[in-house]
């Protein structure tokens, strides 16, 4: 068969206007068409006119082709066409006062770091010489104290001391105590703590004083309590058979007087010898209290015996027991007095000491 040569098909015999009459495409607009819809379109706004455009932030006035940002420094924006709706948008822009802005904040952080290297280290130097201050301060504390310590001492161990001397020895225990516990606490109350990176190298020269307190602090304080020790027993001791001077002979009203007195120190000489502290050195003396005191009860039944049988020999035999029995605790006690005089009081000189030299030590 032969080929009919190509024809050019024309416009409008394409078959579109069929597809059209049975609506299965659209119509095309012919040009009076197009122009017809052109009239219903309302004309933009001009340069001149003003809108108020309302946005999820807030508000913009609209002036020529510059939007005014509802946001508080008034910034203003340029339009832009968007391109899906091909309408003018909004366009962020950044100001140039954000950017002085942030170097100035910049600026400070700087200057504020550069403050902070060269403030901090001094400043915690200066707090690191007020706490060293604080432990110079309790160290003289307790060096001052030890010559009031050596006066309680000797008052305490001699034997000769009376009852005015003896009152400054609990005086003196407990400020030693004082002074001691003090020089304990300021040598383990923590360091304060400084910020990272800053220097803590006076703080740190602090830790051989600190070392040296606590040992020193409680050398102090085993001074002060083995003093304490000496005085309840030699106080107690005084007390022990305090019945004053003892008839060999009496008459029967008088006796049953003196029964109830030697009762009621039958009564405390038990309760004394009872607390006496347990101590190497006063071990002997506390034995010879007890055994005394165990013999006393007894005693006391033979002696009101020998009172009403009117047996004078007899009564003179068991004062001189009982007399004898007070002398010996006593001779027990001085020696027990003496031997902790012989041991304190070189432990007090060398405590002076090694506190004189941690109060050099204490770095400036």
């Given at each position: 068969?032969?080929?009919?040569?190509?024809?050019?098909?024309l416009p409008g015999n394409d078959g579109r206007w069929y597809l059209e009459l049975i609506g299965a495409v659209?119509?095309?607009?012919?040009s009076t068409d197009t122009y017809a819809s052109l009239q219903n379109l309302v004309p933009p706004a001009t340069p001149d006119d003003t809108a108020t455009v309302s946005t999820g932030a807030g508000a913009a006035a609209v002036n020529g082709d510059l939007v005014e940002d509802?946001?508080?420094?008034?910034?203003?924006?340029p339009l832009g066409p968007d391109a899906a709706t091909g309408y003018e948008t909004e366009q962020p822009v950044r100001s140039p006062l954000r950017w002085w802005s942030l170097g100035l904040a910049l600026v400070l952080v700087a200057a504020t770091a550069a403050a902070a290297a060269y403030l901090l280290p001094g400043a915690a130097e200066a707090e690191a010489a007020d706490v060293a201050g604080e432990h110079r301060a309790a160290l003289v504390a307790l060096r001052n104290e030890l010559p009031a310590t050596q006066s309680a001492l000797d008052d305490l161990t001699d034997p000769a001391s009376n009852a005015d001397a003896l009152s400054g020895v609990p005086v003196a225990v407990a400020e030693l105590s004082a002074v001691s516990g003090k020089v304990i606490s300021v040598a383990t109350i923590p360091l304060p703590s400084t910020l990272p990176l800053v220097p803590r190298g006076g703080f740190e020269r602090l830790d051989s004083t600190r070392n040296a307190m606590a040992i020193l602090g409680g050398t102090g304080r085993d001074v002060a309590g083995r003093i304490g020790v000496g005085f309840t027993y030699r106080t107690a001791i005084d007390a022990l058979f305090a019945?004053?001077?003892?008839?060999?002979?009496?008459?029967a009203a008088a006796i049953t007087d003196l029964s109830i007195v030697l009762a009621a120190d039958l009564a405390e000489t038990g309760r004394l010898v009872a607390e006496l502290p347990q101590d190497a050195i006063f071990f002997v003396v506390r034995e010879t209290a007890t055994i005394a005191s165990?013999?006393?009860?007894?005693?006391?039944?033979?002696?009101l015996d020998a009172l009403h049988d009117t047996d004078e020999g007899r009564a003179a035999v068991l004062v001189a027991e009982l007399?004898?029995?007070v002398t010996g605790i006593d001779r027990a006690l001085d020696a027990a007095l003496g031997a902790m005089r012989n041991e304190l009081d070189p432990l007090i000189v060398e405590l002076a000491s090694e506190l004189e030299a941690a109060i050099d030590g204490v770095p400036s």
């Open positions: 068969m032969a080929k009919h040569p190509t024809r050019e098909i659209e119509p095309v607009l012919e509802a946001l508080p420094n008034g910034e203003f924006v019945v004053g001077p003892l008839p060999t002979n009496l008459e165990q013999r006393y009860a007894i005693w006391q039944l033979e002696y007399a004898a029995t």
